[in-house]
């Protein structure tokens, strides 16, 4: 049982780049997460999906797009990388609105140069 | 809104004692769950505890307990017998009420802890 798989684990972009990193569940989960950690301001939601087929704005969307085509993956896609983007990015997810158990992936760590 | 505050960037213990990491939150919803989490060097969010804002007792697992004081809005973490493995930043986080769709995290700024031998 893998649980909440990130790829990659590592990546270094020049500034312009795109790239998409790539979140995958097999526990059958109906709501999945990207967040981005920054030093000193925690976790912060990006965009979630509650079910394929949607998603949603979080609290910082600004310069991501994601899609949820099917049930088990959820990609983040960078279309013209930035410096500020530079983070570690974490994925998570929950099976149903009913369950207080949230199950977080092992994260990505961007580079922007 | 909800707000998630933590207040203690850092904090230094000596391995065996004690410890307590506040942390503060703001909603409105009566219905709301915290959580607290550990993330080592190595880059993991571990789940450690969760209370749920109608739980009458204070949740415990192991060596963690949550010091919940719904009045004053606090659900700080305490860590008994601290171990050297211990040494991690912790997060605490939120979630709305079950009716609110995709119940989001919000989560804390974290404190880093640092167990001395």
């Known amino acids: 049982n893998a649980g909440v798989t990130q790829t990659p684990k590592f990546r270094v972009l020049k500034t312009g780049q795109s790239m998409t990193l790539l979140c995958a569940q097999d526990?059958?989960?109906?709501?999945m997460y990207w967040y981005r950690q920054d030093p000193g301001m925690g976790l912060r939601l990006i965009h979630y999906s509650v079910g394929e087929g949607t998603t949603a704005k979080g609290e910082v969307p600004d310069g991501y797009n994601v899609s949820r085509l099917k049930k088990q993956n959820f990609l983040l896609g960078l279309e013209s990388a930035a410096p500020s983007q530079t983070s570690v990015y974490f994925c998570?997810?929950?099976?149903?609105?009913?369950?207080?158990?949230?199950?977080f992936g092992s994260g990505t760590r961007l580079t922007v140069v | 809104a909800q707000k998630i505050t933590q207040t203690q960037p850092g904090m230094f213990v000596q391995e065996k004692e004690a410890v307590t990491l506040d942390c503060t939150y703001d909603t409105s919803d009566q219905s709301y769950g915290l959580f607290w989490y550990k993330q080592p060097s190595s880059g993991e969010m571990i789940f450690l505890i969760y209370q749920g804002s109608y739980d009458e007792q204070n949740a415990t697992e192991g060596r963690y307990s949550l010091n919940f004081q719904k009045a004053r809005k606090s659900a700080n973490l305490v860590i008994s017998a601290s171990q050297l493995g211990d040494s991690a930043m912790y997060f605490c986080a939120m979630r709305g009420p079950f009716r609110q769709g995709a119940q989001k995290l919000v989560f804390g700024q974290g404190t880093r802890l640092t167990i001395n031998p």
């Open positions: 526990m059958n989960h109906e709501y």
């Open positions: 998570a997810s929950r099976k149903d609105s009913l369950s207080y158990g949230y199950t």
